[in-house]
């Protein structure tokens, strides 16, 4: 944790009790309370600000406790040390700071020019940047310094308005009455110009008060010199453009269209900051924090709710650039169509219409684009080597292929062009039935498939029954890669056995004798009196494995006070899995003793 660095009074304050607030700028710096052109309790309460207070939502709205800046404004009156980050928070320091700002004397703008500034601002001038800073040079050394100071903290303020809600207006309509001590007379002509006027500094430009003059000063020049103050960021408002008086009151600022790589930037910094909770709550409670855990704190509940946002901006720039990589051409007409539908838009001169490109070469072109798609995703060519995923982004790449090239050729309808489509037909066909049938296989064991239909799927006379031993359970999640890769090889290894290597969509399904596991195979050819005893030893063996794991289980519970999570059975990971498999197991023998009419046998 930073320890921030006290404030300390000189021995001059402390012995002759010298005030700090309401005290005038220039009495402060013969007091020796003033570096680098700034009062040293202002630098202290902005640094304080810098590193606690420039997310907090309503940052100088939301008064601190009256008794808090009391006290903190008697003790630095009083010469004490203060330590604002064990005594104070960053509500109260913000009410701190304007109260030094208002308790000026003079103000921080001298009164002097303050009608000359109301008049530019009302007026019609071509050269306002200009004009401001002719009329601010007119400020004494040590005000002009506290401002720029001022202005360019409240510039990092206005940089993370999203999270602080601080705009350039609400940080003009806190601090304009606090900058410019008007008189009852002025405020009456011009209630809202202090705070218009604020506004004005921060909108056209971030450093609006740099000039030859403060840099003669030796204080500011200082304070300018120091390579610890990050500079101010670029605005892209310009003087020239400047809102006039009738729109600054009620215009609100527009939110800038993020690009990729901010998107991904402010991702990255959200995850970033969700992780660090995660850890510190697992440290704290000895598990990791479910969404509920998260949802319940207001702060992470509102950062995964900007991810959600950030996430959902960002696939919708990535959607709209491929789709712009692929520009269709407008469609042709349908030839169910009548003749004479759309007449009137054909009387247009055929001279304008380009030429179609041959087939031959709009399929190179598509055969290109879907080689550097899937080069660009890192998939492989061969079907046999992608999982799940990657077989569903390749149907959609075929999909969109063949609508580009239907847009330009229409459907193949001669021979030729169905011979030369015919591969890319083919192979859009044979994924669509591979994703068709890994969703239709039924997973014996599996406490999900009561979702999908019957816990049992029914076992036709003939066809073995897929049976999977990596199948886990609802609580362990969904399948990993390598659990679907194998349904994927299982299928395509029954695709395989096609004469022709093209699948039909009405091609019925044909199980391999190949890929059927040998123990499945065993159990449809045992007897009834063999399935029976397999019956009892695999009940045998299941009581043993639940008694194991439930011990295991309990002492866990008895040494951490909680239940066992997924990462905690890894002592006895191969328990785990054999016992889902002798649940299968039983499954499918109880299924086949019903079907052989056991009656007589239990």
């Known amino acids: 944790m930073v320890q921030l660095p006290m404030i300390k009074a000189s021995p001059a304050t402390a012995t002759a009790g010298k005030k700090i607030f309401g005290v005038s700028l220039l009495e402060l710096r013969g007091l020796g309370l003033v570096k680098d052109g700034v009062p040293v309790v202002v630098r202290s309460m902005v640094e304080y600000l810098e590193k606690h207070g420039l997310h907090l939502e309503g940052l100088f709205r939301v008064n601190g406790s009256v008794r808090t800046v009391d006290n903190l404004r008697q003790r630095f009156d009083g010469g004490e040390e203060v330590d604002l980050h064990q005594d104070a928070d960053a509500c109260a320091v913000a009410s701190l700071l304007k109260r ?96 218009k006027l604020i506004r004005q500094l921060l909108e056209e430009d971030s450093n609006p008060m740099v000039s030859p003059r403060f840099y003669a000063y030796g204080d500011g020049q200082q304070y300018l010199d120091d390579t610890e103050v990050p500079p101010s960021p670029p605005n892209a408002h310009s003087f020239v453009s400047r809102r006039r008086s009738s729109s600054l009151g009620s215009c609100d600022d527009d939110r800038e269209e993020l690009t990729s790589a901010q998107l991904s930037k402010r991702i990255h910094v959200l995850k970033k900051k969700i992780r660090r909770f995660e850890e510190k709550f697992e440290e704290e409670h000895k598990y990791r924090p479910s969404h509920s855990d998260k949802a319940a704190n207001p702060e992470v509940l509102r950062w995964m709710n900007e991810l959600a946002k950030m996430r959902k901006d960002l696939k919708d720039h990535k959607l709209l650039k491929s789709e712009e990589d692929l520009t ?35 399929l190179e072109a598509v055969m290109d684009k879907l080689q550097e798609k899937r080069k660009e995703a890192g998939r492989p060519e061969d079907v046999k080597d992608m999982t799940r995923e990657q077989i569903g982004a390749e149907k959609v790449a075929l999909q969109k292929a063949l609508l580009y090239y239907e847009s330009i050729h229409g459907r193949p309808i001669t021979k030729n062009e169905r011979q030369v489509m015919k591969p890319l037909y083919d192979r859009y066909r044979l994924i669509k039935q591979i994703l068709c049938r890994a969703s239709a296989i039924p997973v014996i064991g599996s406490p999900s498939s009561k979702r999908r239909g019957p816990l049992l799927q029914p076992i036709i006379e003939g066809v073995p029954a897929l049976f999977f031993s990596d199948t886990k359970e609802e609580e362990d999640g969904s399948d990993d890669d390598n659990d679907t890769r194998t349904h994927m090889l299982g299928l395509l290894d029954q695709l395989d056995e096609d004469t022709d290597g093209f699948i039909s969509p009405v091609d019925e399904f044909s199980p391999s004798k190949n890929t059927t596991d040998m123990r499945l195979s065993n159990l449809h050819a045992a007897t009834m009196q063999e399935l029976v ?47 889902k498999h002798i649940k299968a197991k039983l499954r499918l023998l109880e299924v086949l003793i019903s079907k052989r009419d056991s009656s007589k046998f239990i």
């Open 100 to 195: 030094f700002l208002r308790d000026l004397p003079e103000g921080l703008i001298h009164p002097s020019i303050h009608s000359p500034l109301i008049q530019l601002y009302q007026g019609e001038s071509d050269d306002f940047c200009k004009d401001v800073r002719e009329l601010l040079l007119q400020l004494p050394d040590i005000h002009y310094s506290l401002l720029h100071y001022l202005c360019h903290f409240l510039s990092q303020v206005e940089q993370e308005h999203t999270h602080n809600r601080m705009t350039a207006t609400n940080l003009a309509t806190v601090f304009g009455p606090n900058v410019f001590h008007m008189d009852r007379e002025e405020a009456r002509l011009s209630p809202h110009a202090g705070g």
């Open 533 to 579: 005893e397999q019956l009892q030893e695999a009940r045998e063996e299941k009581k043993r494995i639940r008694k194991n794991l439930r011990d295991f289980e309990d002492q866990f519970f008895k040494q951490n006070g909680r239940n066992v999570q997924k990462e905690d059975r890894s002592p006895l990971a191969g328990e785990y899995n054999e016992y």
């Open 328 to 362: 269709p051409i407008p469609r042709q007409r349908s030839n169910t169509l009548p003749k004479s539908f759309g007449s009137q838009l054909e009387k247009k001169p055929t001279e304008t219409k380009a030429p179609k490109p041959p087939v031959e070469s709009t």
